[in-house]
């Protein structure tokens, strides 16, 4: 037995030996400081190690990280008398862990997640339409962020325009201010919704109605029913006109259109209703128009 652990012994100190060959790694793992017949038995993970460092030493961007996982480099740590490892974040990660903390002030209901990399910064500056809806976000975040109560936005367009993307980018900066937000594409959060009827249905919808920051992405394209207008639309705008809680559509349709839309279901033709719907909509919303070339193409 005393023969088999010398020669075990013998193989590592020889093992750990010949990766010392290489300066560099030698330097490295002698920076910690621990005593070589420690070091011997873990000389696998620490030449692991080793490239793992050498390659966030050249490294240009997350995109080009080497590590078997990205943004990570696997360290040695002194514990004891034992080493212990375990994955740190590089510079480059925890800055981009850090620019991207606002995106969990974000909540995203049927629409892509990338919604959430939307960026005023980033927005064409080549089409006149969009300089007074930009005038406006800016007014609206000096506001807000003031304690005012400004109004949300109707924003009325032809399709592919980049209505959802504006507004989800006045989002994204409020969210880095710590502001909350949801982003709900309509017509299928009417789906979710009735799919809850058994479970929680109402917990979702006084979610909705009460989240600081909402926008109702593509109003209009829904299929209207009694229940979809009266008692979803209906209740989440007047809980949020009550509260002076900012609102923000878009829709392909104008106010007129949506008003006539929203005034027919299957069960007949109730102006009355849908007029009360669009009254509260003016009652939250400043309207603008967004008429461009199609930006999806």
């Not at 190690?49 to 995109?63: A, G, P, Y």
């Not at 406006?136 to 807000?144: H, L, M, N, S």
């Not at 594409?185 to 919704?193: E, I, K």
């Not at 829904?222 to 979803?232: G, I, L, M, Q």
Request: proline share 3%.
């Amino acid at each position: 037995m005393a023969n088999n652990y010398q020669l075990d012994t013998t193989k590592l100190l020889h093992s750990f030996q010949d990766a010392c060959a290489n300066q560099d790694f030698k330097k490295f793992v002698y920076k910690l400081d621990i005593p070589e017949e420690t070091l011997m038995k873990y000389t696998s993970n620490l030449e692991d190690s080793f490239l793992e460092n050498e390659h966030c030493k050249n490294c240009k961007s997350l995109e080009e990280c080497q590590n078997k996982v990205p943004g990570y480099c696997f360290k040695p740590f002194k514990s004891g008398r034992v080493i212990t490892f375990s994955y740190e974040a590089c510079d480059k990660m925890n800055h981009s862990l850090k620019e991207n903390q606002y995106k969990s002030n974000i909540e995203v209901f049927e629409l892509s997640e990338d919604i959430k990399n939307a960026s005023l910064k980033e927005i064409y500056k080549d089409d006149k339409a969009r300089v007074p809806i930009i005038k406006y976000f800016k007014e609206f975040v000096t506001a807000y962020l003031n304690g005012e109560k400004p109004k949300g936005m109707y924003l009325y367009g032809s399709f592919g325009s980049g209505k959802t993307y504006l507004i989800s980018a006045l989002f994204n900066e409020l969210a880095k201010k710590g502001i909350f937000s949801a982003l709900v594409y309509y017509p299928r959060f009417l789906q979710l919704l009735k799919a809850a009827f058994q479970t929680d249905y109402d917990e979702l919808l006084e979610h909705i109605m009460k989240i600081p920051l909402l926008l109702l992405d593509d109003i209009g394209a829904e299929k209207v029913s009694d229940w979809s207008r009266d008692e979803v639309l209906g209740i989440i705008l007047q809980y949020r006109m009550e509260n002076h809680l900012p609102t923000f559509f878009t829709s392909n349709l104008t106010l007129e259109e949506l008003e006539k839309s929203l005034s027919i279901t299957s069960t007949g033709v109730d102006k009355v209703k849908a007029r009360r719907i669009v009254e509260r909509i003016k009652q939250l919303t400043v309207y603008y128009e967004l008429i461009s070339k199609n930006r999806r193409v």
